[in-house]
């Protein structure tokens, strides 16, 4: 037993005080059930949990019944079996299980190790200060330990300890260990993991678990458990330069105005200088505020609330960092993303994305390459999909502090989330800045979009006409653009036929494609408004996400959505180019409203019915509209 | 290099996870049930605001049917905390007369605490609920979010849960939808006990050994409360040494014979005790209602 019974019983408070100083251990042990993962767990659980009486009759009970070790104790029954999991249907999930000894208290982080699990394996990880790597003695390193190690290395858990199990089946041989830690000591350079730890073990009979095995003299290092116990995972943070997201501001009365947040790494002291960013604006440490009383030093990992010197806007989401080594800004980056969600990320989409406090918008470009988890190789890609790796673009709305990951995770990791569903759809690291942002300097023009507009007399904008092909988008849009002309308004107009035959006549019709059809249909929009035109575009445009993505590109009221609406079957009857009898005889793949999904607005300024309006009726409404805003002078 | 110890560590989260639900929900709340976890939430709450007063509000789903030292208590504690306090009894229930004796303890908690929990998220338009469960306390829970969702209906999807990353949380959600908050998912239950030893916490009496009048009744030691209890023919209250490890309503919350009156000798009985924890709670007995199944209906 870890826990020492005799001194609980003779002396409480000094086994209290002990144990008040207990240091935490988080680590996540990657492997699959063959390699014996769940009997390491359960038997750590086992030898140094205090298991309660209940808990081990029904332990002993269940490993007579369906236990596979005859009438020894099946350790592995106490971590959740595998089938018990499937009946719930939450098998791809992770489980955190906890025990502690005298020196420590432990958190794991149980994640199934198939690939289909990169994801979970992910998230345990990034909570994680170690990583246990299982391999079976008999099998050496296969694929699967390569894509644990990579995931590993990839979220830069600092520690890994190789267990190499089932040394029992190999009559505890000292070259098998040697070979196998070879063999991983060549990959793990090539991954940049610097040190790890091989520990020669069998779960299943308890060597070099918690007791040093007699069946292995030729191995002096320490048992799993004396490893976990000891390895420091404190003093890098500390060493670091000095990061707080700031998530609360403290605001109880006038005369108090604190900044709350939790320590990234560093270490703080009242007097220090620090700089407050993305804003750039200095001050020094006030004051370390906490309920215990003000504090002289703050380190990392602790949640506190500070007060500084001068009178400095602060808000939700800056970061506040060290005056000398602070962190960079931009707004542009290069990152792995590891995606998380069954429908795929679409280079061109804005996510919301989180990091720190901070929540941003985040456009990621298309893929420079994805990562064969298993190879390592860079392979070609336009998307990514559930649980693959790649790496990345990604521009924001505007500029954050960060690190790069690997020399912070908490400013340098976030997770992006899906407008619409909400559903957090991955995660990310980033890697560094793209320069360009700071190259491409915006040259103040004195003719800009107001001065052209008042030229024309008119009040720029996009009339953004949205609906499902053969809804009669293009032939209102002509109406209108016809009663404008005639009114002597400016006005320019992008459709299919001029733009899928010209600008982007390499996009099919896949959902990468169309999104970034319409980014750049957007995009030339934007520079017509700032021409000064009234642009009128009609195109199907069937995400919700992409229009509000071109509405976001351009000033308020400048974005006019338009819904043109017919039902599918009046569409379908209509049928003017023939094509929904294409599409339903199989000929047109991916077309919207048999194949591909149709997502109708929900605050569209103007929604058109054209089973109740003629298409000269609705162009009147529009223009009327218009004028009626202001928008024709 | 500082030392930082793990009921530093956790300590540190709880704060952090506090203060992200205090600067993104639209109106939070704090469950607050009496018992030791409550207790260290409370604790916590007030450590995470300091000086500010917790920008929420306290509540209690009261059953009607908690132990008269826990009301007293609660009372108490919210007043020095400085905290608003609402308290929320099921009164269709009440008027209904529904009661742990009457009724049984599965119809009795469904309709006084999950209808109740239910109506009282309704009625105050709470988006984030902070609760005390903690991760060890059962094997459903081993795998829940620090996060939690529930749909309009109250409910918890366990096969759609979202990642949770480092320490960002993704608190987004649609209208309808609400957010069940877990500081101390970590924790465990000697982390509970040894984080009220060092920081002084209260908690109630009932925790503590003393002279009670209890009554033995289907293998359970309960404590003759209130004058609703019904005593059986032939049923006597006797006085025992008892305490209590879970608090909850007084009919279904079994005691357990001790001597221990102090914070570390009641530690000390926890370490050497052979049974785990959730024994003395009649509730998870009735084996009609699962943990699980419980949640899945919105108790918490």
């Known amino acids: ?633 | 290099m500082i030392h930082v110890t793990h009921l530093q560590r956790l300590e540190a989260e709880a704060i952090h996870i506090m203060r992200e639900v205090a600067s993104e929900a639209e109106n939070p709340v704090m469950l607050y049930s009496v018992g030791k976890d409550s207790s260290v939430m409370l604790h916590l709450a007030k450590k995470a605001f300091f000086p500010s007063v917790p920008p929420f509000p306290l509540m209690h789903v009261d059953t009607t049917w908690k132990f008269r030292a826990m009301y007293a208590f609660r009372d108490r504690m919210a007043a020095e905390s400085g905290m608003d306090l609402i308290v929320h009894i099921n009164q269709e229930g009440l008027d209904q007369g529904i009661g742990p004796f009457s009724h049984g303890s599965s119809v009795h908690t469904d309709v006084m605490k999950t209808q109740g929990l239910k109506q009282a998220l309704d009625k105050y338009k709470f988006d984030v609920a902070f609760g005390g469960a903690r991760r060890d306390e059962e094997k459903s829970r081993a795998k829940e979010r620090i996060f939690s969702f529930r749909n309009a209906a109250h409910r918890w999807d366990p096969k759609n849960q979202r990642p949770e990353l480092w320490k960002i949380y993704n608190t987004r959600k649609a209208r309808g939808e609400s957010i069940r908050a877990f500081p101390l998912s970590n924790w465990t239950e000697l982390d509970i006990w040894q984080y009220i030893y060092r920081e002084n916490i209260p908690i109630p009496d009932l925790y503590f050994a003393a002279e009670r009048a209890v009554v033995r009744r289907d293998g359970m030691l309960l404590m003759v409360d209130d004058d609703r209890y019904p005593l059986a023919p032939g049923e006597a209250a006797e006085t025992r040494s008892v305490r209590f490890r879970t608090l909850g309503c007084w009919p279904l919350t079994g005691a357990v014979e001790s001597t221990a009156a102090t914070l570390p000798e009641i530690i000390q009985e926890m370490l050497l005790t052979t049974t785990s924890e959730r024994q003395g709670r009649a509730i998870d007995h009735d084996s009609s209602a699962s943990m699980e199944k419980k949640k899945q209906e919105g108790y918490f």
């Open chain 1, 1 to 633: 037993m870890a826990h020492n019974n005799e001194m609980i019983a003779d002396d409480i408070i000094g086994y209290l005080h002990a144990h008040e100083n207990k240091s935490l251990l988080r680590f996540i042990t990657c492997g699959s059930v063959d390699d014996g993962k769940s009997t390491l767990i359960g038997r750590l659980l086992f030898e140094s949990k205090l298991i309660f009486e209940d808990q081990l009759a029904a332990l002993e009970a269940d490993s007579r019944k369906v236990g596979t070790q005859g009438d020894r104790i099946d350790f592995a029954l106490l971590v959740d079996g595998l089938a018990a999991e499937r009946e719930q249907g939450i098998t791809i999930d992770v489980a955190y299980r906890f025990f502690s000894t005298e020196k420590r208290k432990f958190i794991v982080a149980d994640t199934p190790g198939h690939e289909q699990y990169t994801r979970n394996m992910a998230t345990g990880a990034s909570t994680a200060d170690l990583a246990v790597v299982m391999i079976d003695a008999r099998k050496g390193v296969l694929t699967q330990t390569r894509r644990h190690s990579f995931i590993v290395s990839m979220l830069g858990v600092k520690h890994v300890v190789l267990c190499i199990n089932k040394m029992d089946l190999m009559g505890y041989a000292q070259h098998v260990y040697n070979e196998i830690d070879e063999d991983y000591r060549a990959f793990a350079g090539l991954l940049g993991i610097a040190d790890f730890t091989t520990i020669p073990v069998s779960a299943l009979e308890g060597d070099n678990i918690t007791e040093h095995s007699d069946r292995m003299p030729w191995y002096n290092g320490p048992t799993l458990l004396e490893h976990l116990e000891t390895v420091d995972v404190e003093t890098d943070d500390q060493l670091k330069p000095f990061r707080m997201p700031v998530q609360w501001v403290n605001r109880p009365n006038l005369d108090f105005r604190g900044f709350s947040g939790q320590i990234a790494s560093g270490v703080t002291r009242p007097g220090d200088r620090i700089k407050v960013l993305p804003s750039g604006k200095e001050s020094r440490i006030d004051r370390i505020v906490t309920h215990d009383g003000d504090l002289e030093l703050a380190v990392a990992g602790q949640s506190v609330t500070l007060t500084l010197a001068d009178e400095v806007d602060v808000s939700r989401g800056d970061v506040i960092a060290a005056a000398d080594a602070p962190c960079e800004v931009a707004d542009q980056f290069e990152a792995h993303i590891l995606w998380m969600s069954a429908s795929d990320m679409l280079p061109g989409r804005p996510y919301i994305m989180k990091i720190g406090a901070r929540t941003v918008s985040c456009t990621p470009a298309s893929p420079k390459y994805k990562i064969n988890v298993n190879t390592l190789e860079e392979l070609a890609a336009k998307k990514l999909g559930l649980n693959e790796i790649g790496v990345c673009n990604i521009s924001l709305d505007r500029e954050i502090a960060f690190d790069a990951y690997n020399l912070n995770h908490d400013t340098g990791g976030f997770i992006l989330i899906d407008r619409l569903t909400n559903e957090t759809v991955g995660m990310g690291l980033l890697n560094f800045a793209l320069r360009r942002s700071s190259n491409i300097h915006r040259q103040a023009m004195v003719i800009d979009k107001v001065a052209r507009a008042a030229q024309k007399n008119q009040k720029p904008a996009i009339l953004w006409f949205t609906g499902l092909s053969g809804s009669g988008k293009s032939a209102i849009a002509d109406i209108v653009g016809q009663k404008l002309h005639a009114l002597n308004r400016h006005t320019a107009t992008l459709d299919g036929d001029n733009v899928r035959h010209g600008l982007n006549r390499d996009l099919g019709f896949t959902d990468v494609d169309r999104v970034e059809n319409i980014r750049r249909i957007a995009e030339v929009s934007k520079l017509m408004v700032d021409a000064g035109l009234i642009v009128l575009t009609s195109f199907i445009s069937p995400f919700r996400a992409e229009r509000q993505m071109a509405r976001s590109i351009v000033e308020d009221g400048e974005f006019i959505e338009i819904f043109v609406d017919t039902p599918l079957d009046v569409a379908e009857s209509r049928d003017v180019k023939g094509l929904y009898k294409k599409a339903r005889a199989g000929e047109i793949k991916n077309f919207t409203g048999i194949s591909s999904p149709y997502e109708e607005p929900r605050a569209a300024e103007i929604h058109v019915d054209t089973t109740k309006a003629s298409v000269e009726q609705s162009a009147s409404r529009i223009v009327a509209w218009l004028d009626e805003r202001r928008y024709l002078g």
